[in-house]
Every structure is written in structure tokens, then in C-alpha cells.
């Protein structure tokens, strides 16, 4: 099954930085989603995004759905403590009734 | 408050042994989903479901198997066939196929082979 590839694959940063990181595929996509994981728990739905060129934010997150619709990209603003865990994308074609998810980014924040 | 259970959060198991996982969810969602996370890897999906009395298979599903017998209940079976079994294993549901861009997941379940 087609993984999406994210980057980076591991983040390190002090409290109070900006975060960006992306996700890219080979396919087109007609949704794109961002979702946190919390150590040892399931993902939570952070972004959803439906149109190309859409730029959503929700609190401190903010995530664009690429023009080309093959790629989709999460910004995080001001990191906090809180922001650790790992990020994942996925994302949907046609009428796929399955998402594909990303392979992650694992963010750590420092004080 | 709506949401989905997974039972148990540990789970250990000798090599040739089966064991089933549970999910139960009380959200109303027809469609159901099983994922596979390994350490640095994304989610990878075993079987989904998106109605009662049936479901497909999804990437990995060989040494799984689950059934669909309430429109609740979406258990996993990790059977003696499945190579590498140790894994956090994730139950999802979503509100049918066409609302399968949002998924609402369950606090994982953790097996470990001996």
C-alpha cells in the first residue's frame, strides 16, 4: 500500500519556536488531514482541508493543502511543552473509502 | 460521552498463540477501521469494515482476522500465522464511507510477543 513521505522525521526545538513540517505523495489527493498523537495514545484530527490552495488554521496550527494537490504542509507557531508527539498527515483520492497515512514527524520541545 | 474503547491497553503472548483485541464504539459510525503503528513507521491498515456482516482487507491483513457481527463491536484477531506481532494496534471508526476523511480513534492497544 502507497505511504506518504513526510519530513523532517524527527524535530527537536526549544519552547517558543516555529514549527513547519510537510507531506508529499506521487498521487493527487482531494482531502488532506494533520493529526497528533500523544505518547501512547490514538491520533486526534487536528486540520482538515478539502480544496486545493486552502489555508486553515486552528489555534497556534496552521495547514495549506498544495496547489499541485500532492502536497499539504503544518505550521506550528510559538511551540509549548504540550506541542510533543508525533504529527501525521493523510490523505484521500476520489472516492477511496480508506485514508493513507504519512510515515510521521516526531516533534520534542525543550525548555 | 461518545467514543471508542479498546481493551486491553497491555497485552502479552506467548509465539503461537491468538489473541483478540476488542473495540467497542458508541458513535453511531457504520465504518470501521484497524490499523497497525510499528516504532518510526506511519499507520498501516489491516481490515476495515463499513457495514455490519462485512469487511475488506486493507494492506496487512495477512495473520488478522476480525469480524462485524454488531454495528458496535469491530474485534481483532492476531493469529499464530502473523510473523511480528508486537505492535501498537489502533481501532478507528468513521461515519461511513463517504465521511471516511474523518477518523476518531481509540487509545491503542499495545502487544507484545514473548
Known amino acids: 500500500g502507497q505511504q506518504l513521505n513526510q519530513s523532517p522525521q524527527s524535530m527537536f526545538i526549544q519552547e517558543g519556536e516555529d514549527v513547519s513540517m510537510n507531506c508529499t505523495s506521487s498521487?493527487?489527493?482531494?482531502?488532506w488531514l494533520w493529526y497528533k498523537q500523544d505518547p501512547g495514545e490514538g491520533p486526534v484530527l487536528l486540520i482538515a482541508l478539502y480544496k486545493a490552495g486552502e489555508l486553515t488554521s486552528n489555534g497556534r496550527l496552521t495547514a495549506q493543502f498544495g496547489i499541485t494537490r500532492k502536497d499539504s504542509f503544518l505550521n506550528i507557531s510559538a511551540s509549548i511543552p504540550s506541542d510533543v508527539g508525533i504529527y501525521f498527515c493523510?490523505?484521500?483520492?476520489?472516492?477511496?473509502?480508506?485514508?493513507?497515512f504519512g510515515t510521521g514527524t516526531r516533534l520534542q520541545v525543550t525548555l | 460521552d461518545g467514543g471508542i474503547t479498546q481493551s486491553p491497553k497491555y497485552l502479552f503472548r506467548k509465539e503461537g498463540q491468538n489473541v483478540t483485541l476488542s473495540c467497542e464504539q458508541n458513535?453511531?459510525?457504520?465504518?470501521m477501521y484497524w490499523y497497525r503503528q510499528d516504532p518510526g513507521q506511519g499507520l498501516r491498515l489491516i481490515y476495515y469494515s463499513q457495514i455490519v456482516n462485512d469487511f475488506q482487507k486493507g494492506d496487512i491483513a495477512e495473520g488478522y482476522s476480525v469480524s462485524r457481527e454488531k454495528k458496535e463491536s469491530f474485534p481483532l484477531t492476531v493469529t499464530s500465522a502473523q510473523k511480528n506481532p508486537t505492535a501498537f494496534y489502533l481501532c478507528?471508526?468513521?461515519?461511513?464511507?463517504?465521511?471516511?476523511?474523518?477518523?476518531?480513534f481509540g487509545a491503542g492497544s499495545r502487544l507484545t510477543v514473548l
Open positions: 493523510a490523505g484521500r483520492s476520489g472516492t477511496a473509502s480508506k485514508l493513507t
Open positions: 458513535l453511531n459510525h457504520d465504518a
Open positions: 498521487s493527487i489527493f482531494n482531502t
Open positions: 478507528a471508526s468513521s461515519q461511513g464511507a463517504a465521511g471516511a476523511n474523518v477518523l476518531t
